[in-house]
């Protein structure tokens, strides 16, 4: 009879999960249909369980409960989501919202942080003399860009300020093209991955007129090539050329 079947069930990550006593991670949550939340209800209940409806009986007419799945004592649940003020954002239900212990993470800003993203990802891959260099040229870059450029609240680059999204954007370009284009001085890279982190399209969507975003584009340039060594100082000023 199974192997004639068209079709068999089999149990997706939450269930398997709820079995084993595994830990779920939910990212986005706030982005799932109404439908699916809905059903995790009476999975975040104390009973800790849901009924797989779909998955129906074995066609023999015998009584089946291994559609009533029950978690593991060790079972966890986890979720993300942004803010629901962002764009394109929801809020979460109050029902479900309730069922969860929430946690606010702000953004990170701190240096420190920063910099062991960065130490996680450059220093994997590139050689030692490359790292400590290209570390804390970036780390200076940020710092510099976000207090100098949009640090004012009046000032109208204060949309610009560089997230730690944008800082690994970077770094993962730098390492990639590192390996993959040999040809490339590795301040070359440097700066190749600045303009495609953020220099090429600055201000587009955020209604900065072009003198200011070229304002802004032309006082990066500068704050780049300082940061370069002499050697690579004209090679750089060609990638770095609107």
Known sequence: RRHTAPFEWCDGPLVTAMRGGHMVLLDEMSLADDAVLERLNSVLEPTR??????????????ADTSHI?????????????????????????PA?????????VPAIKDPKDIDLVL???LLSKLPDHHFSA?????????LW??????????????????SLRDVIAWAHFVVEASERIHSLDIWETYCHGACLMHLDGLG??????????????????????????????????KTLQP
Not at 77 to 88: E, L, Q, R, S, Y
Not at 211 to 235: C, G, H, K, Y
């Open 145 to 162: 860009f976000n207090s100098s450029l949009c640090g004012n609240s009046s000032s109208p680059f204060c949309d610009l300020v560089l």
């Open 96 to 104: 479900l919202r309730s069922r969860f212990t929430e946690i606010w």
């Open 204 to 237: 587009l969507g955020t209604g900065l007129s072009t003198i200011d975003a070229e304002m802004a584009r032309s006082s990066a340039f500068d704050f780049l090539l300082s940061q370069v060594p002499n050697s690579s100082t004209l090679s750089c000023r």
């Open 119 to 121: 130490s996680s990802i």
């Open 69 to 93: 799945v029950r978690g593991h004592n060790n079972f966890l649940i986890f979720a993300t989501m942004n803010p629901g003020g962002d764009f394109g954002k929801r809020e979460l239900s």
């Open 134 to 142: 290209l570390r804390i040229s970036i780390l200076d870059y940020v």
């Open 49 to 62: 369980t849901i009924v797989l409806a779909e998955k129906g009986d074995d066609g023999l007419g015998l």
